[in-house]
């Protein structure tokens, strides 16, 4: 193959060397040159890989003549298309004819005049270079992927290809002729055509999106790009349409968009999505005097369901969910998965604070039914947190920081309610950032201690053991409450090594009190859910009673209603198991919760623990004095022992005995003590 600015090779034949040398002596200054003296030679030269361009031919030679070397060469598909040029003495008509009809592409005659054989071997290539363009370019009219339509200067169809065939559905029969406008969708607007006509004039040249309609009525893009072809004047004799259908490549750019913008797990809108909706949402309430609300929803221990369960039982809670909370909104409100368990909804409108409640109470309910997943029945709850635009902030970064902090709060308030932001929580959520950066640290650094909080048999007000309850003694705020941290810690998972110490440091301090002969004691250590839900809880808890050589019967375990609701047959499998091993178990704050009295039959536990607010307001409250009544009545048809918090008084206490509570626990007897003060408490009761 010859490069562009390679000079051309040129074959010369002539059995006559004198001849040979008046050719050469012509041509050698632009062209490559090979010669030979006869036929067979030619031919072999002809069929090398460095082929010529041209082969000047002597027609009369010895051996083989010039008219059979040209058959030749045309019978070889290698070698068909060389230009030939005969060089003859021979001007007859036959001899002539006769290399014409071979295929010859010219006749020079003998004696050769030198500058006009450079003009003909000039003039043969430059054609031949331009036939082989215009065959190239005719095979991309024909072959090429591209569709194309050619337009005289009326804008009449007068060619198109068959990818316009393929890409239309219009024959070039059926549309020659025609203005292009029979392709049109009609989308563009007459400025639109105006700029592109415009370009066209002025440059020649034009590209960009259309729509077309097929001849079978579908709508499609195509990319389009316009040039012109001017005659000698400057006048414009045809345009060159050429274009591609962009609707493989359009889908494939929404499928993108919209993978970048939706949560691949449930399909609703993800973070990206909400902040540039929320900025549109937020822009036409500024617009349109109106207010947004926005609302952070939050499930409820989801961790410990995803943690315990899987992720697979996790994933499709959350699916679950998604479809539910659809079912809560309308098409118009803005609904977001931002990751994990955690879902915004946004309302715009006149009286949001009012629609929002209403929302609110809606996905609470419908959120905290039954959910039926992988044969298992599982319950979960939801804390939503509401902020408001412009009311709480005037910029998207403040009102879902708002609303977060608020869905905190509602979590605070005991779960399964929603919050309206105030100011008060942004305090309450800082703080509580620092408090979970502190507790971080606390547990290396030796801030917490256990306190004993004594536990009576109501009727002979004999000793009968103590509930551990975890304090801890911050450097600078000192004494933290459980009530602040332990949600914390549960929320972040630290509650697993927290509770892991508790359990030692009790066993630990059970042994030393054993060896002091306090060896009736019964311990209660609370288990959060989280904590209750821990891969191997019962093998952890059995090496830790080993360690400190302390019996199983010395310790109970606490756990509340929602622990053992989450995943009720889990928890059945579970108990049976720390059963086995001689631990009891005693239900927390009884009453608070499901009260599941279905599921209750069947959980191996041996004590309910009436919880301190119905015990506070006994026996003047009706209502909390039947519940307490109710549980203790209830423990007793079970075979369930009753132990009742928060005991205060000598009414509250006396009530209880009245009715058949078993154990009491309350300041009345004692408040919470810390180790040295229980021992020398318990040892002085067992005398
Ligand atoms: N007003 C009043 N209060 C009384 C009375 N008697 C006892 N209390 C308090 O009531 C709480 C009883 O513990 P809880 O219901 O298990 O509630 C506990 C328990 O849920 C959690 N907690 C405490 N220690 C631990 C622990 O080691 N692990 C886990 N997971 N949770 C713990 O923190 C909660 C709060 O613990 P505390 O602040 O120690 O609060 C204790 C105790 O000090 C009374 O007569 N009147």
Redesign the pocket.
Known sequence: MMTTNEKPLILLVDDMPANLHVLVAALRDDHRIKTATSGTTALDLAERDDRPQLILLDVVMPGMSGLEVLRRLRENPETRDIPVIFITADVSEQSQLEGLDLGADDYITKPVVAAVLRVRVRNLLQRKRTEARLRLAAHVFEYGGEAILITDCDNCIVEVNPAFTRLTGYTSEEICGQNPKILSAGHATAEEYQRMWHAIREQGFWQGEMWDRRKNGEIYPKLLTISVVRNAQGEIDFHIGSFTDLSEQKAVEEKIRYVAHHDALTGLPNRLHLQISLEQVIATAKRENQEVALMFIDLDRFKIINDTLGHNIGDCLLVEVAQRLRECVRESDLLARLGGDEFVLALAGDDVVNAAAQVAEKILGNLSQTYHIGGQVLHSSTSIGISLYPHDGDNIETLMKNADASMYHAKAMGRNNFQFFSPEMNRFSNERLLLENSLHRALAQGEFTVHY?PQADIASGRLVGA????RWHHPERGMV???QF?PLAEENGM?LPI?TW?LREVCRQIKVWREVGLTDLRFA????PR?FHQENLVGNIIDILREFDVPASALEL?ITEGSVMENPDAAVSLLNQLNQHGLSIAI??FGTGYSSLGYLKRFPVSKLKID?SFVMDIPGDPDDSAIAIAVIQLARSLGLKTVA????TTVQRQFLSDQGCDML???WYSK?LDAATFEAFALHAAR
Do not use: F, K, T
């Not at 509930?467 to 975890?470: D, F, K």
């Not at 918090?645 to 205060?648: D, L, P, Q, S, T």
């Open positions: 909080q509930e551990a309850l975890i409450s459980p009530l332990i509650i509770g508790v250590v609370n288990l959060s904590q606490e927390d704050d301190r918090e928060g005991v205060e626990q309350g300041y919470p």
